[in-house]
């Protein structure tokens, strides 16, 4: 990174060494992004109990599900932002950046909308445990109508991170991690607002970080190549849309159908009574942990091979792939050591409940499978993502959102009456679907032809 702009450029230089100083920010900021996880279902666990619990197990899932947008699409202008930087086309920077922040915009707006319009009809398709009704609405509510600054943050987080710059985003989130922990303790301890008031905290923390990140942006303009003045800058292209729009919807269906997927089997989950229900927040907590530290190495990836396919540098796509193969699976097992040896002391954590408890003993072998799946997915991801291949992302939307995911699940969950745990088998399978999909995409040679043209 030179001293005239934040813009890194990963086309040279050690891949391995890039890889981690590139993806130990957004690895910390995951790993925060847990902690104030975390925080609420701690909190309410141990001030509400199990159906507290339940309930910001629900609402979190419902939260999850409701930002596919957001991802979808901030994902594709981060991998087109990585490409153009790879492809020295810096001119372009501005309308890109412009027209995604406008389009989240839109879809934020709409989302909120529908979601509060639907709110109990949602309530009722994710056969919410009836003790924890309440809270779950309260929880739910109050992130539908703070949708606006989690798609916010994304599309900051990712401009940033498409330039090469990871570093600011976690100052960002350490910030809103802090606030948010403060928040919980004062919303739920202090003021008895409940879950609602777990939600309150989260959505205040990211919107602070997302003003914060915007302010950051706007002052150091000049050195993520994007023009002096606000008339300018909000100036869309309708070209560049159309772009984002070919890579964003297969991005955002494939998010889509995951999250959804992952609903609908989560709704199942929650039919077999509170405790179980308590109990797959937790799953979902570590699952989250291990899944989010394998993002932040497949989004650091994606940017990095996005520059690289751009630049036409494709031997160091081979290295980046292989880089990331060796960190996450090296993660996978230091995870299931620990879910193996001490999993009575990790799920206590969260609850002292005995039911819970037991349920959580039964999930052990399943928790694991989960771990080596996200370290398949990761390295495979970022070949799919950084290359920007519109029908592979599409494919693996289907297979894994869709045909695998819930085929599996009713499989193993109703066929087999292997019950919650067939669901959650299910699903964990399920998450192997992007690696074996990669591998084909990998050695078909077709990622070299998904690129932006150089001038």
């Given at each position: 990174?030179?001293?005239?702009?934040?813009?890194?450029?990963?086309?040279?230089?050690?891949?391995?060494?890039?890889?981690?100083?590139?993806?130990l920010?957004?690895?910390?900021?995951?790993?925060?992004?847990i902690?104030?996880?975390?925080?609420?279902?701690?909190?309410?666990?141990?001030?509400?109990?199990?159906?507290?619990?339940?309930?910001?197990?629900?609402?979190?899932?419902?939260?999850?599900?409701?930002?596919?947008?957001?991802?979808?699409?901030?994902?594709?202008?981060?991998?087109?932002?990585?490409?153009?930087?790879?492809?020295?086309?810096?001119?372009?920077?501005?309308?890109?950046?412009?027209?995604l922040?406008?389009?989240?915009?839109?879809?934020a707006?709409?989302?909120?909308?529908?979601?509060?319009?639907?709110?109990?009809?949602?309530?009722a398709?994710?056969?919410t445990p009836?003790e924890?009704?309440?809270?779950?609405?309260?929880y739910?509510?109050?992130?539908?109508?703070?949708?606006?600054?989690?798609?916010?943050?994304?599309?900051?987080?990712?401009?940033?991170?498409?330039m090469?710059?990871?570093?600011?985003?976690f100052?960002?989130?350490?910030?809103?991690?802090?606030?948010?922990?403060?928040?919980?303790?004062?919303?739920?301890?202090?003021?008895?607002?409940?879950?609602?008031?777990?939600?309150?905290?989260?959505?205040?923390?990211?919107?602070?970080?997302?003003?914060?990140?915007?302010?950051?942006i706007?002052?150091?303009?000049?050195?993520?190549?994007?023009?002096?003045?606000?008339?300018?800058f909000?100036?869309?292209?309708?070209q560049?849309?159309?772009?984002?729009?070919?890579?964003g919807?297969?991005?955002?269906?494939?998010?889509a159908?995951?999250?959804?997927?992952?609903?609908?089997?989560?709704?199942?989950?929650?039919?077999?009574?509170?405790?179980?229900?308590?109990f797959?927040?937790?799953?979902?907590?570590?699952y989250?942990?291990?899944?989010?530290?394998?993002?932040?190495?497949n989004?650091?990836?994606?940017?990095?091979i996005?520059?690289?396919?751009?630049?036409?540098?494709?031997?160091?796509?081979?290295?980046?792939?292989?880089?990331?193969?060796?960190?996450?699976?090296?993660?996978?097992?230091?995870?299931?050591?620990?879910?193996?040896?001490?999993?009575?002391?990790?799920?206590?954590i969260?609850?002292?409940?005995?039911?819970?408890?037991r349920?959580?003993?039964?999930?052990?072998?399943?928790?694991?499978?989960?771990?080596?799946?996200?370290?398949?997915r990761?390295?495979?991801?970022?070949?799919?993502?950084?290359?920007?291949?519109?029908?592979?992302?599409?494919?693996?939307?289907?297979?894994?959102?869709?045909?695998?995911?819930?085929?599996?699940?009713?499989?193993?969950?109703?066929?087999?009456?292997?019950?919650?745990?067939?669901?959650?088998?299910?699903?964990?399978?399920?998450?192997?679907?992007?690696?074996?999909?990669?591998?084909?995409?990998?050695?078909?040679?077709?990622?070299?032809?998904?690129?932006?043209?150089?001038k």
């Open positions: 990174m030179n001293k005239s702009t934040y813009v890194t450029d990963f086309t040279t230089g050690s891949v391995t060494r890039q890889l981690l100083w590139f993806a920010p957004m690895l910390l900021s995951q790993l925060l992004q902690t104030y996880n975390m925080a609420d279902m701690i909190i309410v666990g141990q001030v509400l109990g199990k159906a507290g619990l339940s309930a910001v197990s629900i609402g979190g899932d419902l939260t999850n599900c409701l930002t596919f947008i957001a991802m979808g699409f901030s994902s594709a202008g981060q991998i087109l932002i990585s490409q153009y930087i790879g492809a020295r086309r810096h001119d372009q920077l501005a309308a890109l950046v412009s027209t922040l406008l389009l989240l915009l839109f879809f707006l709409l989302m909120t909308a529908g979601c509060l319009y639907e709110r109990h009809a949602i309530m398709l994710m056969n009836p924890a009704y309440g809270e779950t609405m309260g739910a509510v109050v992130s539908m109508t703070g949708i606006l600054f989690i798609y916010g943050y994304n599309a900051a987080s990712a401009i940033l991170r498409g090469g710059d990871a570093r600011h985003p100052y960002f989130i350490a910030c809103a991690t802090v606030l948010n922990v403060i928040l919980d303790l004062v919303f739920v301890c202090f003021w008895n607002l409940g879950a609602a008031g777990a939600a309150l905290a989260t959505v205040f923390s990211q919107g602070v970080s997302f003003l914060a990140a915007s302010c950051f706007w002052r150091h303009r000049s050195q993520y190549y994007l023009p002096a003045s606000l008339g300018e909000f100036h869309p292209d309708f560049i849309a159309g772009d984002l729009l070919k890579l919807v297969p991005m955002a269906i494939k998010n159908s995951v999250q959804f997927s992952k609903l609908f089997v989560n709704s199942w989950i929650n039919s077999y009574g509170v405790a179980v229900s308590a797959s927040g937790v799953a979902n907590r570590l989250v942990t291990s899944n989010l530290i394998s993002n932040a190495i989004t650091a990836g994606s940017s990095m996005g520059q690289n396919i751009g630049a036409a540098r494709y031997e160091r796509v081979n290295q980046i792939i292989w880089s990331i193969f060796r960190i996450t699976v090296t993660l996978a097992i230091l995870f299931s050591i620990l879910l193996y040896t001490w999993p009575v002391e990790i799920f206590q969260f609850t002292d409940d005995p039911e819970v408890a349920i959580g003993i039964e999930y052990v072998p399943i928790g694991i499978l989960c771990f080596f799946s996200c370290a398949g990761s390295a495979m991801n970022s070949l799919i993502n950084g290359s920007g291949n519109t029908k592979v992302n599409f494919a693996t939307a289907l297979f894994d959102g869709l045909i695998l995911r819930l085929g599996l699940s009713v499989l193993f969950g109703v066929y087999l009456n292997m019950r919650y745990m067939g669901f959650w088998l299910g699903d964990a399978l399920a998450n192997f679907t992007p690696f074996w999909v990669g591998i084909l995409f990998y050695l078909s040679g077709a990622w070299k032809k998904s690129r932006v043209r150089q």
